[in-house]
């Protein structure tokens, strides 16, 4: 080892020692970054919203509700939403596009300055997200489906009024049973009680289209009945695929397939916008939709 280093190495050590002394080992350790006391959340993490949408977010301090944060949006849009204090968050209106920004929620617990984001995707003008199937309520629709207006494939002439905003029906129509006591027909307009099998179908068997107008500042509830009438429970059924597209781009929005609905299936939608929908075979003699139902 060079004498000069034997020499030196204490002088390069003074200024250390006598830090430490000065300040002591334990402050010295409280230099390094600390954990927070506290975790602050927002609930939902991530939503997606037609535009002009509400939704109430909420602020959690270690899982417990919390009313004392600032709420902000942190978004690239020329146009953003916009959030109240209570944190009511509320889409742009007017957008074409779909875009994603963030909610942010800011507060100061005890010495921790704390922040949470959630992610609000803004849904384009015609939309569509698949909400749920229900294989439960069968062809008894009436008190479940259709206050907002309904289109049944064995009406004569389907409602084409404002409260049904279907602007293109397929054209080819099939009969099953009529009437018919099977709970998994559809049940005609009210106050009538019977039953009616019938469907929309195309007489090659690959698809059938029809196109909605609905508003675009909302999300409208669109439920799509599907049965299987003619196949037995026992054997391989149809199977099909229910796609939404923009009517204008023909960009797919959303899509579904389902099989084995030998009881009957609603698919429910939340539509904006003009949207075609398209039922597509998959497997089986034919595709078939019965009735499509608003709100």
């Known amino acids: 080892m060079p004498d000069w280093f034997v020499m030196f190495t204490p ?62 949006v942190l978004s690239g849009s020329a146009t953003p939403g916009q959030i109240t204090s209570d944190g009511t968050y509320t889409a742009p209106a007017n957008v074409s596009d779909g875009f994603s920004e963030q909610v942010v929620a800011a507060g100061t617990f005890g010495s921790d300055q704390l ?64 009437p018919s006591v099977l709970v998994k027909s559809l049940e005609g307009p009210p106050p009538g009680t019977g039953r009616y099998a019938y469907t929309w179908y195309d007489p090659n068997g690959q698809a059938i289209a029809f196109i909605f107008n609905l508003p675009t500042d ?10 299987d009438w003619d196949t037995p429970a026992n054997q391989p ?38 949207v075609r929908m398209e039922a597509t075979l998959g497997a089986g003699a034919s595709v078939v939709v019965s009735g499509i139902f608003f709100g």
């Open 115 to 178: 922040t949470a984001t959630a992610t609000v995707k803004i849904l384009p003008g015609n939309s569509a997200v698949f909400v749920r199937f229900d294989d439960l309520t069968q062809g008894s629709w009436q008190g479940v489906y259709g206050g907002g207006g309904f289109a049944l494939a064995h009406l004569p002439q389907p409602d084409t009024s404002p409260s049904v905003p279907i602007l293109n029906f397929p054209t080819q129509i099939f009969k099953w049973e009529d």
């Open 11 to 72: 002088l390069l050590l003074l200024p250390i020692v006598a830090l430490l002394r000065f300040v002591g080992c334990d402050q010295l350790l409280n230099l390094r970054p600390t954990t927070p006391a506290h975790m602050l959340a927002v609930s939902p993490m991530e939503v997606q919203l037609f535009r002009g949408q509400s939704l109430k977010f909420t602020a959690t301090l270690d899982g417990t509700v919390t009313a004392q944060v600032n709420w902000s």
């Open 237 to 274: 059924g149809r199977q099909q695929t229910i796609t939404m597209l923009d009517a204008a781009s023909s960009a797919t929005l959303a899509t579904q397939s389902i099989a084995s609905f030998q009881n009957g299936v609603y698919l429910v939608w939340n539509l904006s916008g003009q």
């Open 218 to 227: 909302k999300a409208s509830q669109v439920a799509v009945y599907c049965v």
